[in-house]
């Protein structure tokens, strides 16, 4: 079974500056997919990034982009220019090539410091 | 584009209760999930639809709740009895069901507290 990791349960970030959030998966498949999503106080799951294991470029949203590291399992979200809306917990995914299914990390609280 | 509409957004009952929750997904969509969110944890897969069949109920505890989605739109979700440890935000998503994670949404969940 695929297991997705978020080994910081917080982060705090002053305004303008960058901040990363961590992601560790494990599986055997060659065939997935990995998703950030934002989870704000009204509890909507948005979507902020995802990257097709099949591609090697690193995925980029404005000011959001991923590390993609497939040896390593590893899927970290770079946040740059923090704004003060990017407050929210956020949720590290995986999802098979073969089925919709997704499987979430535990989160980060993300603060924003003014 | 409407969302994914829930109700209710909150529900407070006591345990070996039952309840039941509301989604309508975005129009055209052919699955919907059911996930389980409980506090501090990512949310939890219950079960999937394809259409108005069931693709995966693994994880659903079936000797308490159950699902049905009729007519392939809306979907209703029952718990019956409750207990404390449902006590969870339940959400639910539709999407395209076209593959690669495209036109996923998620609806803004159920709070539901079991005292």
């Known amino acids: 079974a695929q297991t997705v990791t978020q080994s910081q349960p917080e982060m705090s970030v002053q305004e303008a500056e960058t901040v990363t959030l961590s992601c560790t998966y494990d599986?055997?498949?060659?065939?997935?997919?990995l998703f950030w999503y934002k989870q704000p106080p009204s509890r909507q799951m948005i979507l902020v990034i995802r990257?097709?294991?099949?591609?090697?470029q690193n995925a980029t949203e404005n000011r959001f982009s991923v590390n993609f590291q497939k040896a390593a399992k590893s899927f970290s979200l770079k946040i740059s220019d923090s704004q003060l809306g990017d407050a929210a917990m956020y949720f590290c995914?995986?999802?098979?090539?073969?089925?919709?299914?997704?499987?979430f990390g535990t989160g980060t609280r993300l603060t924003i410091i003014p | 584009e409407a969302g994914v509409a829930q109700s209710p957004r909150y529900k407070i009952i006591e345990k070996r209760q039952s309840v039941a929750f509301w989604c309508n997904p975005i129009?055209?969509?052919?699955?919907l999930y059911w996930y389980q969110q409980i506090l501090g944890q990512g949310p939890k897969l219950l079960i999937q639809?394809?259409?108005?069949?069931?693709?995966?109920d693994s994880q659903l505890p079936k000797d308490r709740f159950s699902a049905e989605r009729l007519k392939g739109v809306d979907s209703t979700l029952k718990i019956q009895p409750a207990k404390l440890e449902d006590s969870a935000v339940y959400l639910c998503?539709?999407?395209?069901?076209?593959?690669?994670?495209?036109?996923?949404?998620f609806g803004s969940g159920t709070r539901l507290t079991v005292v």
């Open positions: 998503a539709s999407s395209l069901g076209l593959g690669r994670g495209y036109g996923y949404t």
């Open positions: 599986t055997s498949e060659s065939d997935y997919y």
């Open positions: 990257q097709e294991a099949y591609k090697q």
């Open positions: 995914a995986y999802r098979s090539g073969g089925n919709e299914k997704l499987t």
């Open positions: 129009s055209g969509h052919a699955t």
């Open positions: 639809f394809q259409n108005n069949g069931v693709v995966d």
